[in-house]
């Protein structure tokens, strides 16, 4: 079973075992493959997440209605498996390793450039295999992703060009149109359930700061 923090500086998903509670403070994901755990680690479904979930000063509230619900996954995934397998299981050997948790490594990948720690340089590697196979699997391979450390409005990221960002978006938002169609036309819903829903521009507001800590996906 996969799960997010609802409330967090750095998305990502993580493999729990299915007979543990969660808080609310956790969101699940009931998938138990590396290939849709590729997609929701990529840089592509968390801008998505951001674009159309709430905010906490600069941390992203993510929503699983508004969010999740209306995320086009490409159609194919199986190309996604071994990237998603080498990059979680990369990440989960890098914690244990420095004894560090996911924040901490987080933010040795995308906020201190001069990190040259070998782990951290696989990461941020891997990551841009993962981000490739991604809109690979989406057929965009049109699409020059140019990983790199850039100054974003949520600070210093190693993440992918920002034009390149809004045209992903841009692609995502057309395919949601494209499959809430094919879901009306075949009598699925009547276009105006969540699921698979049309998207406008997102006019979340800010949702109020959770009473505890993930301690899953925190440090400490």
């Avoid at 993510?62 to 159609?75: G, H, K, L, R, V």
């Avoid at 990221?157 to 920002?162: A, C, K, L, N, V």
């Avoid at 978006?169 to 009306?184: F, G, I, K, T, W």
Wanted: net charge negative; glycine share 6%; charged share 30%.
């Amino acid at each position: 079973m996969l799960v997010g923090p609802r409330t967090t500086k750095w998305w990502g998903v993580s493999f729990v075992p299915n007979g543990w509670v969660y808080s609310d403070a956790t969101i699940v994901f009931a998938f138990d493959d590396y290939a849709h755990a590729a997609v929701l680690s990529s840089t592509i479904h968390d801008a998505w997440a951001r674009k159309y979930s709430g905010s906490l000063k600069f941390d992203l509230r993510y929503s699983p209605t508004d969010c999740f619900e209306n995320f086009p996954f490409p159609a194919d995934l199986d190309s996604l498996h071994e990237i998603g397998d080498r990059y979680l299981s990369h990440r989960k050997a890098t914690m244990l390793e420095y004894d560090q948790g996911l924040t901490t490594v987080y933010n040795r990948v995308h906020e201190q450039r001069e990190d040259g720690n070998h782990a951290i340089v696989a990461l941020r590697s891997l990551r841009r295999e993962l981000d490739r196979a991604v809109a690979d699997a989406y057929g965009w391979d049109d699409l020059e992703l140019e990983h790199d450390f850039r100054d974003t409005q949520l600070g210093l990221r190693y993440t992918i060009d920002e034009l390149t960002k809004v045209e992903a978006l841009d692609r995502l938002l057309e395919l949601n149109h494209e499959r809430q169609a094919e879901e009306v036309a075949r009598g699925l819903h009547d276009g105006k359930q969540k699921q698979g829903r049309r998207l406008a521009k997102s006019k979340r507001k800010p949702a109020p700061k959770p009473d505890g800590e993930d301690r899953l996906f925190a440090d400490g």
